[in-house]
């Protein structure tokens, strides 16, 4: 497995590949912005066209795990573009295809995007995750902190409105 920055522009293998990837995360019930894998594969599409501009423009890093040419993971780093946010960063759409879990892929791809952050030179990172998901409990393994959870935050691919866990990171003690 190898990972490394995506670059821009998404080739359309990439963008065919990210939104296959994405469309069986929300089928499985992932939560990460979409609710029918089904009806909203063009909503996906036109999500990593818009990423493939962000790219472009500098304003958000993507780090895919791939074997050999097939992206079987995808993680997103979204530097703070307000003045009083420069140092710090979201991290976003963490995201490994199901035949690939629970090899630690998830874990190197998050830990890829705090070195980029690091050497960014951020000193907080953010993100939110589903309440009651085992994802909480994997981001807290890896050091980050709970500050508190919304609720009826996002609309789930049942139907149902809930909550999020929302959780930081420091990098450095300053």
């Not at 522009?9 to 990460?32: D, K, W």
Request: net charge positive.
């Amino acid at each position: 497995m190898n990972i490394s920055r995506l670059t821009a522009p998404i080739t359309g293998e990439e963008l065919s590949q990210l939104t296959a990837l994405m469309q069986e995360a929300v089928s499985l019930g992932a939560s990460i912005g979409y609710t029918d894998a089904t009806k909203q594969v063009e909503a996906m599409s036109r999500y990593w066209q818009r990423q493939s501009s962000a790219l472009t423009q500098g304003d958000v890093q993507f780090f895919c795990a791939r074997i050999e040419q097939q992206i079987v993971g995808i993680i997103g780093l979204e530097p703070c573009g307000k003045y009083n946010g420069t140092h710090r960063g979201e991290v976003f759409k963490l995201i490994v295809g199901q035949a690939w879990r629970r090899q630690g892929i998830a874990k190197k791809l998050m830990q890829t995007a705090v070195d980029s952050a690091t050497q960014a030179g951020l000193k907080l990172l953010v993100l939110d995750t589903r309440t009651n998901d085992f994802t909480v409990t994997f981001y807290q393994s890896l050091g980050w902190i709970v500050a508190g959870e919304i609720p009826r935050y996002a609309l789930s691919t049942t139907g149902e409105y809930q909550a999020t866990t929302v959780m930081f990171l420091l990098l450095t003690r300053q």
